[in-house]
C-alpha cells in the first residue's frame, strides 16, 4: 500500500514508518523539516506546514496515496482541511484521536461535576460535550510541548467532522498515555528521579494513588496504528488502543521501582498530609481506563513489546535523556520528610 503520513516525523510515528517500509509497504511523510526522518531514503518527503496543507494539494494528490494519515489533527478546522485536501485522492483516512473525547476526560479534570462514568471506556461510553478539553492552564502546557495544538483543539469535534464525510471514510483511533523512549512529556521522570536519588519512599495522595490512568507503550501504539492503516476492516470504524493492564498509579510506581531494584516503598496519605507540591487538582476518583477489546478482535492486535521489556527501555531512555528543565519545587524532599515523619508518629 502507499501510506501519506501528516506528522510522521515524532515519537510514535518514526516506530510507526520504520514498521510499514518493514512490511514493504511505500511511506509518503508530510512535515516541517525540523525532525530528521527515522527512515531517511526510505520515504518520501514533503516539506511544508500544518496550516498550509491545503497549498501543497498537487503534490500531495499526484503522490496518490491510498491511506492517509493524520497524526496531528487537534481542531475541527485542521480535519476539515484535511479532509477537502484528500477527497478524491486516498480511499480512507486514519485518524489519531484521544481518549480525552470520553465525558470521564471532563470530569477527572473538573470541568464537569459528574457522575462519574464507568470503566473500562469503551468505544461506546459517553463522549463529553464539545468545548474545551482542559483548563487554560493545562491547555498552555500541552501547547508547549504540541506546537500544532492550538486554541480550538478538542478532539471531539475532530471526530464529528469526520464522521460527517462518507467521501473519505475515516478510521478512528483514541489513544491513552503513551509511554516509552522520546516521551516529550517524560511521564515517568518524577518516579525515576525520586528512585534514582535514593529516597526511601514515593509520597501518594490516597486518591490520586489508587486512580487507574490509562497507557500504551510507544512501539504497540504505533503497531495499532500500522494495522488501521493496512487492514481494510478498519474502514470507518473507531478504537481504543491501550495496554490491557488495569494497574494504578501506586502500581505503576512499584513497578519502575522494582525494575531498579528499589528497595523503598509507596506511600499513600490523606490530602491533608500531603506536601502542597505532591497535590493535584483532578478529580481522582473518576478513573480513565480504556477497553481495547475491539481492536484486538477486529484487527488482530497484540502488543509486540512486553510490559516488562517496555518499562525497561522507557527507565534506560529517561535515564540518559532527562527533562532539559527540572522544576526544584516539585522535587521539595524536605517537605516529603516532614511529611513522611508526621505519617509515622
Not at 504505533?222 to 492503516?229: D, G, P, S, T
Request: hydrophobic share 40%.
Amino acid at each position: 500500500m502507499r501510506v501519506m503520513m501528516i506528522g510522521g516525523t515524532g515519537f510514535i510515528g518514526r516506530h510507526a514508518v520504520r514498521e510499514l517500509i518493514e512490511s514493504n509497504h511505500e511511506v509518503a511523510i508530510v512535515h516541517r523539516g525540523r525532525t530528521p526522518l527515522a527512515a531517511e531514503g526510505c520515504v518520501a518527503e514533503f516539506i511544508g506546514e500544518r496550516s498550509f496543507l491545503d497549498g501543497m494539494r498537487g503534490q500531495l494528490a499526484a503522490w496518490s496515496p491510498d491511506v492517509v494519515v493524520d497524526f496531528i489533527l487537534g481542531s475541527a478546522a485542521q480535519a476539515a482541511v484535511t479532509l477537502d485536501v484528500f477527497r478524491g485522492v486516498a480511499r480512507r483516512l486514519v485518524a489519531i484521536s484521544s481518549g480525552d473525547v470520553y465525558q470521564a476526560m471532563a470530569v477527572l479534570q473538573r470541568l464537569e461535576s459528574g457522575p462519574i462514568e464507568p470503566i473500562p471506556l469503551t468505544e461506546d461510553s459517553r463522549l463529553r460535550a464539545p468545548g474545551p478539553t482542559y483548563s487554560p492552564e493545562t491547555l498552555a502546557k500541552v501547547r508547549s510541548t504540541y506546537s500544532w495544538v492550538d486554541d480550538d483543539y478538542d478532539k471531539v469535534r475532530v471526530e464529528q467532522a469526520l464522521r460527517s464525510d462518507p467521501a473519505l471514510p475515516a478510521t478512528i483511533l483514541r489513544l491513552p498515555m503513551v509511554y516509552g523512549p522520546g516521551d516529550p512529556l517524560h511521564r515517568f521522570f518524577p518516579a525515576l528521579k525520586r528512585i534514582i536519588d535514593g529516597r526511601p519512599a514515593i509520597l501518594f495522595e490516597e486518591r490520586y494513588a489508587r486512580f487507574v490512568p490509562c497507557r500504551g507503550y510507544v512501539e504497540n501504539v504505533a503497531h495499532a496504528i500500522v494495522l488501521a492503516a493496512t487492514r481494510e476492516e478498519a474502514t470507518g470504524r473507531t478504537y481504543n488502543v491501550a495496554d490491557p493492564f488495569q494497574f494504578t498509579e501506586a502500581e505503576w510506581t512499584e513497578k519502575i521501582g522494582n525494575a531498579l531494584g528499589w528497595q523503598g516503598r509507596v506511600v499513600t496519605l490523606p490530602r491533608e498530609h500531603v506536601p502542597k507540591h505532591l497535590l493535584l487538582p483532578y478529580n481522582f476518583a473518576q478513573h480513565l481506563f480504556m477497553d481495547s477489546t475491539r481492536i484486538r478482535a477486529e484487527l488482530g492486535y497484540r502488543e509486540v513489546i512486553a510490559l516488562k521489556v517496555a518499562i525497561g527501555l522507557t527507565i534506560e531512555w529517561e535515564q540518559a535523556n532527562p527533562p532539559q528543565r527540572i522544576d526544584p519545587s516539585q522535587f521539595d524532599y524536605s517537605a516529603e520528610d516532614e511529611a513522611l515523619e508526621r505519617a509515622s508518629v
